[in-house]
């Protein structure tokens, strides 16, 4: 089965950085798109971030272009999303996800094609 994990969430000072990670097993590596999302307190998921296993195209949301960057490392079937300049509305749970499909080129992937979920890693700016 898959399984995707996240972990380097934490507690930052506003305009620092962070790293979160998302270690996966189970998936088609190099064929398969995988994104991050976030679901602030009270409020609705939302994805941030976007990037093909295998094309490496990636799609970023408004709120985080030119801070957040998505990245990945093929040989260890890991997702990464470095946050800069870290705002306190970036507050949020942080959650890895994969798609069975690839992802498409300029745009975000439709939200019903997400499949697969990872249980979040916090992460709190004050």
């Known amino acids: 089965h898959v399984q995707l994990v996240e972990s380097g969430g934490g507690s930052v000072q506003a305009g620092r950085s962070l790293r979160v990670s998302c270690v996966t097993s189970?998936?088609?590596?190099?064929?398969?798109?995988m994104g991050w999302f976030r679901q602030p307190p009270g409020k609705e998921r939302e994805e941030i971030a976007q990037?093909?296993?295998?094309?490496?195209?990636?799609w970023y949301a408004d709120s985080v272009q030119g801070r957040f960057s998505i990245s990945k490392d093929n040989a260890k079937s890991t997702m990464y999303l470095q946050m800069n300049g870290l705002k306190p509305e970036d507050t949020a749970m942080y959650y890895c996800?994969?798609?069975?499909?690839?992802?498409?080129?300029?745009?975000?992937?439709?939200?019903?094609?997400?499949?697969?979920w990872g249980q979040g890693t916090q992460v709190t700016v004050s």
């Open positions: 189970g998936i088609t590596w190099g064929y398969q798109c």
């Open positions: 990037i093909d296993t295998g094309t490496a195209t990636t």
């Open positions: 996800a994969a798609s069975q499909y690839r992802c498409m080129s300029g745009s975000r992937l439709a939200l019903t094609s997400w499949h697969f």
